[in-house]
């Protein structure tokens, strides 16, 4: 039911920017865009979501193209405790709270 | 306070035993869940309630029944347990009913379910 592509996995350096691309070409008009992360053995983590604008809060950026068939969560400096499974879902918002996950993107922050 | 607690952590049995596992939110949500992660990490909704009725209901077999005593709590129970049922179980809350936009879920720890 996941409605979107992710790479399976990805390395960043600690510090440095960490780059999540996700794609959702079938993305419908009323849904939102949702990241949330797992860090190992640890319940699912809310990140940040948007419709069309680039959102920003204290853990990332949301960076949604114009044609809101791709996205990017950006972890600006990333630590050793970023390392962690990150999955981007779409969601409408008139069909109950359905929070379909996929597979995610195994991101490991490397020191 | 954790926000949302599940409990136990951890929970081993044999094949056909009957088992609950419990859920409580203290974050005054009106719409809580239970999620099935398996062996390989596949994050899948199992059920929903808003308020205390069932919304969703995702081709979880019927050995599988959810409790929903009060808005705060709810519960998953399962009978005649197979060796597939083994899996991380998670509790989630949220706010806000069907048709509404809700922000996030907010998840419990997990319980890790093993059968033998």
């Known amino acids: 039911d996941a409605k979107t592509t992710q790479p399976t996995s990805m390395d960043c350096a600690e510090g440095r920017a960490a780059n999540l691309p996700c794609n959702h070409s079938?993305?419908?008009?009323?849904?939102?865009v949702y990241w949330y992360r797992q860090i190992h053995s640890q319940g699912p983590q809310y990140i940040i979501h948007?419709?069309?604008n680039n959102e920003t809060n204290e853990m990332a950026s949301l960076i949604i193209t114009e044609d809101r068939k791709s996205s990017t969560l950006i972890l600006p400096h990333a630590t050793l405790r970023d390392t962690a499974v990150y999955y981007c879902?779409?969601?409408?918002?008139?069909?109950?709270?359905?929070?379909?996950f996929g597979t995610g993107t195994s991101l490991t922050v490397i020191p | 306070d954790t926000a949302v607690s599940q409990t136990p952590k951890y929970l081993v049995t044999q094949m056909g035993n009957d088992k609950s596992i419990k859920c409580e939110q203290n974050?005054?949500?009106?719409?809580m869940y239970w999620y099935k992660q398996d062996s390989k990490k596949f994050l899948k909704i199992m059920f929903s309630?808003?308020?205390?009725?069932?919304?969703i209901n995702e081709t979880v077999p019927n050995r599988f029944s959810p409790k929903s005593p009060d808005k705060a709590h709810l519960n998953l129970h399962i009978n005649s347990l197979e060796l597939g049922d083994s899996a991380v179980y998670f509790c989630?809350?949220?706010?806000?009913?069907?048709?509404?936009?809700?922000?996030?879920?907010?998840f419990g720890e997990g319980s890790r379910l093993t059968v033998l």
């Open positions: 309630y808003n308020n205390k009725e069932l919304i």
């Open positions: 948007g419709l069309k």
């Open positions: 079938t993305i419908s008009g009323n849904e939102y």
């Open positions: 879902i779409v969601r409408a918002s008139n069909t109950g709270n359905q929070f379909y």
């Open positions: 974050l005054g949500h009106d719409t």
């Open positions: 989630a809350s949220s706010q806000g009913g069907s048709g509404r936009v809700t922000g996030e879920l907010f």
